[in-house]
């Protein structure tokens, strides 16, 4: 018992296969169960074609669904080993060769994916795919990571380009290539942008943007999205804040401190500078007994189902979120606002016996003189959904005399909508040419006395 000694230098290392194809007319090295699709997707949308493929008779099919298929709105699955993992570090980029019944933009595709930790995943977003076959690269960020790999191949594909109608996506020669005309890596973080966030001690956040460029064979850049193990984080002053290997960010005391990474040993683009201001007040606690609740974002309560808290109206929204951690309760934070939705249909939620919407709002730094700001509560109507004809809305005005800088005001609603009972959607705004455009929000529910 508790002894140890050294590895023998005779000793043997266990290796992985190092087989690159996935699929190249059929499926390659992958064992007997390996198809797994995404839980809410189509579950059959797949199939071997051997009517089509490239140079070939058989290519690997995806019968994208239409959006209101009522055995699954779109089509997705990962295609992963069954058994053993494989050595990917001789390779530098996943390649295959897809077109699509129609012109199509893809949501994901990518590798890594494995339904255990999604360690090494990577994702290409957005991928155009036309009519005629085309090869397409999705570049390893660092292959040395890839050493017992099982995560293949995944994709996630919807028709919200295509209003709602479905199509077929073919993909052939799929497999792991070792390709010199892969290079100029240039990794990134937030997006390679250098930006400062204001924060307080006990907050938790993570770096987001992370993004993986480099130089393809066709002559134009790649990038990808990396998970955060292919990174390697600092902070420039770990007493004012840490960054630990899944890039979360832990503020500890005042003071400055500059979260940087690199990829591979190359330097990332990008930064994120943390100021600290010291300690947060957190927003009042509420006190109103659970059952005269019903909560859209609180810790102190159950919360009822949301769709989004940053809904996306494109392209008037600019606004982003900041959301952080204060020793462990949520608060969300808006910034670059003009205005935002909280959007909760699904399902709606019945105020009648709660005709009241209570919400804490702080605004950090300065109160704009010209403060203008809008909520707008709306009821979907009879038929339960946004903008079918029947939607009422109420709609509530503050200005720069409700709020104090840097401290949390309670805002009181009495809803006077003659309907509640089908209230699905908050949104703020800025009106009036209002300068607002960093806020914080905590515990917004509806109620009764």
Known sequence: MSCEREVSDDAVLATFSNIGEVFTDNFVAMGS?????????????????????FESNASYRVDVPNANDPTGNYAGAILRVDGAGRDLSGFNVLTFYAKASRGVSIDAIGFGQDFFENKHQVTANDVSIGTNWQKYYIPIPDPSFLVNERGMFWYAAGTQATDGSGYVIWFDEIKFENLGTIGQPRPGIANGNDISIDSFIGVTAAVTGLIHTVSLPTGIDGTVAPATSYFEFTSSDTSVATVDESGIISVLSAGTAVITATLGGVQANGSVTINSLGDFVLAPTPTRDPSQVISIFSDHYTNHPVDFYNGFWQPFQVTESADFVVNGDNILNYTNFNFVGNQFANPTVD??????LHLNMYIPGTVPANLDFLISIVNFGPDGVEGGGDDTRQQVFFNASDFEANTWATLEIPITLSDKSKLGLLIYENVNASTLRNFYLDNIYFYTD
Do not use: Q, R
Not at 34 to 53: C, I, M, Q, R, W
């Open 33 to 53: 169960d390996f198809y797994f699709p995404f839980a809410d997707s189509k579950l059959d949308a797949f199939s071997v074609d051997t009517n089509e493929g």
């Open 351 to 356: 105020a009648t016996t709660k005709p009241n």
